[in-house]
């Protein structure tokens, strides 16, 4: 049996295909890719979006959670477009294939949040 083929656009995208995305800054210049996104399992949201961010050829790159909010999907880059300049982003928090983000401290996610000056998922600080 063959699949119907999608023929009409839409908005809607598996996240397989968000994984590996570029994320740029306005001007095109490349900041890193999306690794893997974060959804609530109650609200069904996604949360963040877990970007690699600098090393060389993924070597030596921090993995970055950042607010699914702060990122924007620009059809000309064909990319998530990242408003953020380049220290805020290597003093965020941020975590290595070695150790993970902890996702059930809460504390952690709230410093998250307020690093990047926007308000949580889950409401207010």
């Known amino acids: ?24 800054r306005a001007n095109g210049e490349r900041i890193g890719h999306i690794e893997r996104l974060m959804i609530d399992k109650v609200s069904g949201k996604v949360s963040y979006a877990v970007m690699s961010f600098g090393g060389f050829l993924g070597i030596g790159s921090n993995l970055l959670p950042v607010p ?34 902890d996702w059930g401290d809460h504390a952690e996610e709230t410093a998250l949040h307020r690093h990047y000056g926007v308000a949580p998922y889950w409401g207010e600080f």
Do not use: C
Not at 1 to 24: N, Q, Y
């Open 68 to 101: 699914w909010a702060l990122l924007a999907y620009n059809r000309e880059l064909d990319a998530y477009q990242l408003d953020i300049d380049e220290e805020d982003l290597k003093s965020a928090p941020s975590f290595t294939e070695k150790r993970d983000f």
């Open 1 to 24: 049996m063959a699949l119907d083929v999608m023929t009409r656009p839409h908005t809607l995208i598996a996240s397989d295909r968000i994984e590996g995305t570029a994320v740029r």
